[in-house]
C-alpha cells in the first residue's frame, strides 16, 4: 500500500496522469506475500474506477440494454464532449484509444514498467491505477520486466504500447454489440479505430523524446536519431535518467557510453541537428530541464523507505515523498537521489501486493 503511494504521487510529479492515495491504515493483520508483511488498507482516489475489464464484464453477463446503460454512463463521465457524435460509441472508442496511447508513450518517456497491464489494471479515463509490481528502470534495457509472475515478458518495456493496444481490442469487442446495428459493420468500424493506436502511440513518444533531446521542430531523421541513442544505451548499460539529465546539462565525464567513439559521433550530429531549428540552444536547454526529470523513485529508495516503514519509522516515506513533489526543480536537494543502486548480480524484482 505505500508502494502505491510513493509511486502514485511521484506519477503526479511527473505530470503522468494518476489515481491517487488518500489514506493507508494498518490494520494490525499480517499478510503474506513472498513473505509475511504488515496488513494495510489503501483508499484510492480517481475520477473513476472504470475498467477495461468492466465493459468486458457487462458485454459477457449482462444484457444489451445493461451494456449501453454503462457505456452511456462513461461517456457522460469522461467523454460527454462526443454525447451528440452521430456515432457516439464510435466516438468513445476513439477517444479512449487517444488517451490510452497518450498515457503510455508518458510511461515509456520516463522508464516506467507498470508490470501487471491487464483489463482490470488499466482504466478507460488512462489514469495509472493498480501499482502492485511496477518500477522504473534504472539501466536502460528494452526488455526489462520486474514483475515476479511476468515470467515471459509480456508487460515488459518494450512490449506495453502492443499490450495497451491488445487492451484496446478487448474494450472495442466489448462495445461491438452498440457501434452497429449489423455486426460486420462493427467490426469494421472497430478495426479502423484500433489501427490508429499505434500511429498515435507513436507520435506522442517521438515528440515527447524530441523533448527530451531539447528539439522544437520536426524532422525526419528525428526517429533515426532517437534510436541511435538508445541503442548506445542499452549496448552500455548507461542509466536511463542519468543519461539524459547528462545530456540537460552538457555533462559528459562518467560513464563508458560517453568515452566510446560512437556516442562523439551521436553527440556531434546531435549539436548539428539543435542548430536546425530557430529555437537558441538556451531555449532546448530549458525544454530538457522541463522534460527530464532529475529524480524517479528509484527501486533502492523505495525499498529503503518500505523497510523503515516496516519498524514503523516512516522518515524515509515522507522524505522520499517530498523529494519526489517536483521532480523537474533539478535542485541540489535532489542530488543524492541521482545516484543509481549498486550493481547486483541478482534482478530486481517486485510482487503484487494488493
Partial sequence: MLREYIISEAMHGLGIPTTRTLSVVRTGEGVM??????????????????RFGTF??????????????????????????????????????KEVIKVQ?????????????????????????????????????????ENTVFSSIDRDGRYAYKNQPYIGQWNIT???EALLP?????????????????SEFMTIYYDSWLDGMRSKV?????????????????????????????T????????????????????EYWKNTWKERLKRQSESYNHSQELMKKSNPGVIPRNHRVEEALSK????????????????????????EQEEYYKPPKSSKYPYRTYCGT
Wanted: proline share 2%.
Fill in 244 to 263: 539524459f539529465i547528462a545530456l540537460t546539462f552538457d555533462k559528459f565525464d562518467k560513464g563508458e557510453m560517453f568515452n566510446s567513439s560512437e556516442f
Fill in 214 to 242: 531539447g528539439i522544437f521542430n520536426k524532422e525526419v531523421q528525428d526517429k533515426a536519431l532517437v534510436e541511435d541513442l538508445l541503442r548506445m544505451m542499452q549496448k552500455y548499460n548507461s542509466d536511463y535518467t542519468n
Fill in 101 to 141: 496511447a497518450n498515457l503510455i508513450a508518458k510511461w515509456q518517456l520516463v522508464g516506467f514498467i507498470h508490470g501487471v497491464m491487464n483489463t482490470d489494471n488499466m482504466t478507460i479515463s488512462s489514469e495509472t491505477i493498480d501499482y502492485g509490481p511496477c518500477a522504473f528502470m534504472d539501466i536502460y534495457n
Fill in 56 to 93: 468486458q464484464y457487462a458485454s459477457a453477463w449482462a444484457t444489451k440494454a445493461d451494456l449501453k446503460e454503462v457505456v452511456d454512463y462513461a461517456i457522460k463521465r469522461h467523454f460527454s464532449y462526443v454525447e451528440n457524435d452521430e456515432n457516439k460509441y464510435t466516438s468513445l472508442l
Fill in 170 to 172: 478487448r474494450f472495442a
Fill in 33 to 50: 506475500r513472498e513473505n509475511l508483511k504488515p496488513g494495510a488498507i489503501m483508499t484510492r482516489v480517481a475520477s473513476s474506477h472504470l
Fill in 309 to 332: 516503514a516496516e519498524r514503523g519509522d516512516y522518515s524515509g516515506v515522507k522524505k522520499l515523498l517530498k523529494v519526489l513533489e517536483n521532480p523537474y526543480s533539478h535542485c541540489k
Fill in 178 to 194: 452498440l457501434l452497429h446495428e449489423n455486426e460486420d459493420e462493427s467490426i469494421n468500424l472497430a478495426k479502423e479505430a484500433i
